[in-house]
């Protein structure tokens, strides 16, 4: 079968930097394609050249045959190539149909005027086409993310188009509505519609992808047939070398309890949670999306007003009421939103890096640069954050580094219980080691950890024990020693023994 | 300290346009690059760059204050009201700076406290302050009271040949330029601005910094009316009307972000000069001040304009 997208030698540079050499990639019709390499790796820069928002240094690109050059993205999307952002791009005021059809609106003749009914008539159809059941009147912004990225493939499916570019889609959806997307994903190859997947989720690729493709480094390594290669090998195409274990060993010894939660209770959010953390221990916190995960970790960091409940610190009762109380009991955060709520994007890493630890670096109110700028020297050096200056603006790093500029400004603090919000999201497969070795290094020395995260294997692989959070309730601990699988988890986890 | 002479050459757009301002007004008259004129300039800019520093922290976190022009009236009615009922000039001039702190307090008290949007809370103290002036001066001007010489001396006197409002707004400068580089202040007031809430979450005391912010303006605000107060050797109830637009005209054509986060001291410095230096250029080349309104506007729009292309 021709291939519908075939990328040939493509280079390119920034400021002589090399970002791409030499890179080959195909896209057949009806083909789920897997792209994946480490952040940094040239995914995102092959993507942009594909779709016109950069021009290639080399190389070929041909779309259906013929050679191209798109000078933006409109006219990629002219010849059927739509992109799915990670960030979607709907408007949350506004219905489906009116979302699926903006810009492009049927008017009656050029009145202006909207003919609404045709308009949602036409949203229902390419709606049914992926199997989905949304009304098209519905106000976009009331609907679930899942929905509203369905939302956005409906879009592009009525701007008729043949190959879906997909970054990271499945990052902010809930398990079930993961699996609705995969549904979703396979009507559309069905309908001969291909798509390029970008995720550094393993378990997802194997689950519904074609073919993968990797890059490392700007360089091109290989195309595999999925039923024709496995994860240890994909991983080590991807890093170079052999990482070892996913997760590292754990081998702390665990002391006596930091951390005592009593009865916390906010009435919608959760109900009567209980549990506790001890010293040198990683605590994982397991639930479905929405389940409230994160408001319960709010709530105890202070940030978010409780109705009931108590919180002991090394068995002492304390309050909390605001987060600077939080961080003066020993307690640190780091949020699942690194972008909204970890870092301020354009202070430099050095700014960040020290933010809520300036009274270290300061006398009177006033910077001692010297101090300061070990401080954040140590810290980068300590969590090998990869920078080529601390001045650089945050913005400028890699997911997975600037996930380490936000572990490295709350180890400043020398907490002795931090909280972790799914510390590895949109971070890269050696990112991902590095920091569960920081984590193991935490341990080591005395402090307790809470994770949350929704990728079961990240639970199983790194914790002590499992707490699992449904609907605002604890539903289960287990302790990870025994044996425990993803399905006890999902079962806890939905609430239910049969679902 | 290499970094205090780093400078980033694509912040110095407002500086290259403030040279090419005044080397075009220097050809169209004699009369503009005489000390004298210049020290004229400097002294009337005074006003404007006080209350402008002050806009530049507030704007750096993402707020807006309208009520400087009101806090300032107010200010300037005490002071001289004080004085006019026979009070020290020194002790008058305290309470009225006192004043505009607590007003520029209670604009943060309503803004953290009370949720209230910034544009909101301060259109609405605008209104309160001024009316609060008017009915302390019953709507008159307030004159007549003993010229005392600390009062004489803010608004009117000489420190070495140089009027003492562009001293005093010197100083200020350069302090409010070390507290933005290099304080803990400072810091957080770009933190907030840039993000608010990734700053609660790190523990810092967001609230408490705003109301400072807005103190701070409300202080400053007040000095900027007890110079004016002292130039006039009167009150005006009616004194700084619509003086927030040339105040944000300066923070917004120095570069500083109207979304926060991202700005300096020294180009709202350099664009109070250029609304200045305008302002002068237009009334030496007698220039009617209708058109002057327009040439003033359209200049902060090129400004800006030429700022945002700078930046895609």
Request: charged residues 20%.
């Amino acid at each position: 079968m021709t291939p519908f997208i075939e990328m040939k030698g493509i280079k390119k540079a920034f400021h002589k930097h090399q970002v791409l050499t030499g890179v080959d990639f195909e896209v057949k019709p009806g083909e789920v394609h897997a792209l994946m390499g480490e952040n940094g790796a040239g995914k995102s820069t092959l993507m942009k050249i594909l779709t016109g928002i950069y021009e290639r240094d080399a190389g070929t690109v041909t779309v259906g045959g013929k050679e191209v050059h798109y000078k933006s993205p409109k006219e990629a999307e002219a010849d059927g190539i739509a992109v799915i952002h990670q960030e979607l791009n709907v408007i949350p005021t506004l219905s489906v149909a009116e979302n699926i059809f903006l810009g492009r609106e049927k008017t009656l003749s050029f009145t202006g005027v909207i003919r609404k009914r045709e308009m949602e008539e036409e949203a229902k159809k390419y709606l049914e086409q992926l199997g989905v059941s949304i009304s098209p009147k519905e106000l976009v912004g009331q609907l679930s993310v899942g929905k509203q990225q369905i939302i956005e493939i409906a879009k592009a499916l009525s701007l008729n188009a043949k190959c879906l570019i997909m970054d990271e889609p499945t990052a902010a959806l809930t398990e079930r509505e993961i699996q609705i997307l995969f549904e979703v994903i396979q009507s559309l190859k069905e309908k001969g519609v291909s798509i390029v997947y970008i995720s550094h989720r393993m378990e997802e690729i194997f689950t519904i992808c074609d073919r993968i493709s990797i890059l490392r480094d700007g360089q091109f390594i290989g195309t595999k047939r999925i039923p024709d290669t496995n994860f240890d090998e994909v991983v080590q195409m991807m890093v170079g070398r052999e990482i070892g274990e996913r997760y590292p060993e754990r081998d702390t010894s665990i002391g006596t309890e930091r951390l005592r939660v009593e009865g916390l209770t906010l009435p919608g959010v959760c109900e009567d949670v209980s549990f506790s953390v001890r010293s040198g221990e990683i605590l994982g916190v397991a639930g479905l999306m929405g389940a409230g995960r994160s408001e319960i970790m709010e709530m105890i960091f202070g940030a978010r007003k409780k109705k009931k409940g108590d919180i002991y610190i090394n068995e002492k009762r304390v309050t909390i009421s605001s987060p600077q109380q939080a961080i003066a009991h020993g307690l640190a955060f780091i949020t699942e939103d690194r972008k909204q709520k970890g870092l301020v994007l354009q202070m430099s890493v050095r700014e960040n890096l020290t933010l809520p630890t300036m009274k270290k670096v300061s006398r009177a109110g006033v910077f001692q640069s010297q101090k300061e700028q070990a401080m954040v020297k140590d810290l980068i050096e300590r969590l090998r954050i990869k920078t080529s200056s601390p001045e650089l603006e945050v913005k400028s790093l890699s997911g997975g580094n600037q996930q380490k500029v936000v572990i490295g400004k709350w180890l400043g603090t020398s907490p002795s219980i931090l909280i972790l919000d799914e510390p590895t999201r949109g971070v890269d497969v050696g990112a991902k080691k590095e920091i569960y070795e920081i984590m193991n290094e935490l341990t080591r020395n005395g402090v307790a950890i809470i994770m949350i995260s929704s990728e079961l294997p990240e639970v199983l692989g790194m914790s002590d024990r499992i707490m699992v959070i449904c609907e605002g309730k604890v539903t289960a601990i287990f302790d990870n020693h025994d044996e425990v699988d993803q399905e006890m988890i999902m079962t806890a986890a939905t609430g239910g023994e049969n679902s | 300290m290499k970094r205090a002479i780093e400078f980033d050459v694509k912040k110095l757009g407002p500086l290259i346009g403030f040279i090419l301002l005044c080397i075009v007004l220097s050809f169209l008259s004699d009369n503009f690059l005489t000390v004298n004129n210049w020290l004229n300039i400097l002294r009337q800019v005074s006003i404007n760059s006080l209350i402008a520093f002050g806009m530049t922290f507030v704007i750096l976190t993402g707020g807006i204050d309208l009520s400087v022009g009101s806090v300032l009236a107010f200010s300037s009615a005490l002071t001289a009201g004080m004085m006019a009922s026979g009070m020290d000039g020194m002790m008058a001039m305290m309470i009225g700076l006192m004043a505009g702190v607590l007003m520029g307090a209670l604009n943060g008290v309503i803004i953290t406290k009370g949720k209230v949007a910034p544009f909101i809370a301060t259109l609405a103290t605008m209104t309160i302050f001024r009316g609060a002036t008017l009915v302390y001066t019953e709507g008159r001007p307030i004159t007549g009271f003993s010229d005392q010489i600390a009062f004489q001396m803010i608004g009117r006197g000489y420190f070495f040949g140089i009027p003492v409002p562009v001293v005093l707004m010197i100083v200020i400068f350069f302090i409010l330029m070390f507290v933005l580089r290099k304080t803990t202040f400072g810091r957080h007031t770009y933190a907030i601005g840039g993000n608010e809430e990734a700053s609660r979450l790190t523990g810092l005391h967001v609230d408490r910094l705003k109301i400072w912010v807005y103190a701070l303006t409300g202080g400053l605000s007040a000095l900027a009316g007890i110079i004016l107060t002292s130039r006039l050797n009167s009150a005006q109830p009616t004194a700084g009307t619509a003086y927030e637009l040339d105040a944000i005209a300066a923070v917004v054509l120095g570069g500083t972000s109207l979304s926060g986060g991202r700005g300096w001291i020294f180009g709202t410095f350099v664009g109070a000069l250029i609304i200045g230096v305008l302002n002068n250029g237009l009334n030496l080349l007698n220039v009617s001040s209708f058109y002057q309104q327009v040439i003033k506007g359209g200049v902060i729009l090129l400004a800006v304009i030429l700022d945002r292309r700078k930046e895609a």
